[in-house]
């Protein structure tokens, strides 16, 4: 995670390029997703849940979050540049694979590369 630290951290342009949200419960925050839209295509930039929460739904939330927000930004697609150990979650979720990337921490890793057409 450490090499990817940059990469993963909100800055306070996320916040005013993209739409971001929080997902909070009685013990805190719980997770967050973020959505950005640019000529490119509607990307999922961040979805993370904490792990002590992981399979109470959360992210499933988010996700919904993320794909009502490509909607609303007129996206006919959300594309999600995942984390390996990510991709079952994505798949459950309705992504279709559309081959990878590089990396944009780690040298010589991919990541699969996902499209939930909306």
């Known amino acids: 995670?450490?090499?990817?630290?940059?990469?993963?951290?909100?800055t306070a342009a996320d916040l005013t390029e993209a739409q971001v949200v929080a997902a909070e419960d009685r013990n805190g925050l719980a997770g967050i997703a973020q959505v950005s839209n640019d000529p490119t295509g509607c990307y999922l930039e961040k979805l993370f849940v904490d792990t002590d929460r992981i399979g109470q739904g959360i992210g499933k939330q988010l996700y919904d979050w993320s794909l009502a927000t490509a909607r609303d930004f007129g996206a006919k697609a959300l594309i999600v540049e995942a984390d390996p150990d990510a991709a079952p979650f994505y798949e459950r979720m309705g992504c279709e694979r559309d081959g990878q990337v590089k990396s944009g921490s780690v040298p010589g890793?991919?990541?699969?590369?996902?499209?939930h057409i909306l």
């Open 1 to 10: 995670m450490a090499s990817c630290r940059e990469e993963l951290t909100l």
């Open 109 to 115: 890793r991919v990541l699969p590369r996902y499209v």
